[in-house]
């Protein structure tokens, strides 16, 4: 099982605590993590893979593999830059979002459009009417987040 | 000059209206029309700027020239899937959003993310707090929505 | 009609002469030049087809479209690096190759691989048996190269 | 330490033989094998590196992961169409290429670009001036390019 992490490659320390915990309970249940392979989020939550003896997939931006953080287990340098976003989540069976800029915008978008699930920790939250319309899961804790995305990627296995 | 107008390949009748005057004024002003090349409101927008003599550019996701509408004079086959949303608004110096689904989503995201001015007609709303967080200037027309996009990209191309 | 023109963004002189005569050409046939944008044969293709008035279309590598040679009508920012090589050849109907390097040469490999006819000056010889195994239409003067391009691409277009 | 392996999607019954192998002693000297997940060569080499209790990644052109042959670890949706052949060599330390068509030319000429060694097992001879002119190392067994391809990787990683 393959789960995305998506957030900022800059980000707040509380939230890079969240993704490190996400991160340690993803690897505790055998779920591979699948990221951006940057900063901020992203290496929080390789970080808190790698310490519980999980493996993790940095899809990067650029075209050198040295470029990913250093609890990035694989780094695939796909070289085309922020198109990147797409193969991230759609390497995934859920993706959990954790804050976010712009470019986790753009990851929300393509699983959105590719029916991924989505579980949202402080993240965007979508409207066209002024009420939400978009199918986040919304959560509060990381357990919560990992409890939510491990079910729904079984499901999406089977 | 170069606008942007993304939009969904299936929208309603008055979205495509809009979308088609939008396109009629965009070539009255002697800019040139970028979108996804498909249908709905990218093939409304170049029906507009061809039937005012404008030049239109679609940026497609598949590998053929052929899928594009027919109004585009300039097929761009790209063969990247939806990675090539990120290569729709990045080269425009303004982006026009009309209504829009996931797919627009990505690309006012990576607008966003890149700068480049958006004009919202009837578009997402993005929030992280509750309350509107993204620069998208709203407009109610697709006049004022011309007016804006023309007058922010003369200042980028400056 | 779009032809797209691929070589090197560093080239001899001689080869530069030759990439600009074959834009002048295509442009007095009412071709439309695709290429990469850059320098090199792209520029001088693209000087060539601008002295006669023709149109020129630059797919960049980056997310900059200023960063286009002077001579390109139209730059597309694709963002992708130099993935953006399958797009330059995919949305033409014939290539001329002049000269070249890798780059130019995956290039040729992605023509090849969709049936897009190709006309060389001087480029990649193609073995896997000791000889050529490609289907690479090689002439020797801008003239004849452009002659084959148009001849080939309005049969595909057709 | 990540290899990756190309070549043609349908190939000969002794090409998918020299591919296994080759899976089978990258696996036991402990390299990661990255490859394009789809059928032919690259299921060979997977089905002989899992066979040896490696690890897998196949870069697949599409969005869906499942379309990975059944021995690809972890397939990564990169939805970019053959734009993904970039991606599946510069993720690498070295590359193997072991016969191949068009496509495999293309991931050659990214490789030789971005100058990862490239070890040529009756794969492509690339020239200009009728010899030779890019520096794939030729060997002639399954073992020879493995060798050449660790004792090469390991360099490009220190």
Chains 1, 2, 3, 4 share one sequence.
Do not use: F, H
Request: glycine residues 12%; aromatic residues 4%; proline residues 4%.
């Amino acid at each position: 099982m393959v789960i995305a992490v998506i957030g900022d490659s800059s980000c707040p320390l509380e939230e890079a605590k969240v993704a490190e915990i996400v991160g340690e309970i993803l690897a505790q249940r055998g779920a591979i993590v699948i990221c951006g392979g940057l900063g901020g989020v992203m290496e929080a939550v390789c970080r808190g893979a790698k310490s519980k003896g999980g493996l993790t997939i940095g899809v990067l931006p650029g075209e050198n593999p040295s470029m990913a953080n250093p609890w990035v287990s694989i780094p695939i340098a796909t070289g085309i830059g922020y198109a990147r976003n797409m193969a991230v989540v759609k390497s995934a069976q859920a993706v959990i979002a954790i804050g976010g800029n712009y470019g986790t915008l753009s990851e929300l978008a393509y699983a959105l459009k590719s029916n991924i699930p989505v579980i949202g920790l402080n993240t965007w939250l979508l409207s066209r009417n002024g009420q939400e319309d978009a199918p986040i899961i919304r959560v509060n804790s990381a357990r919560e987040a990992v409890d939510k995305a491990v079910s729904l990627a079984k499901k999406k296995v089977v």
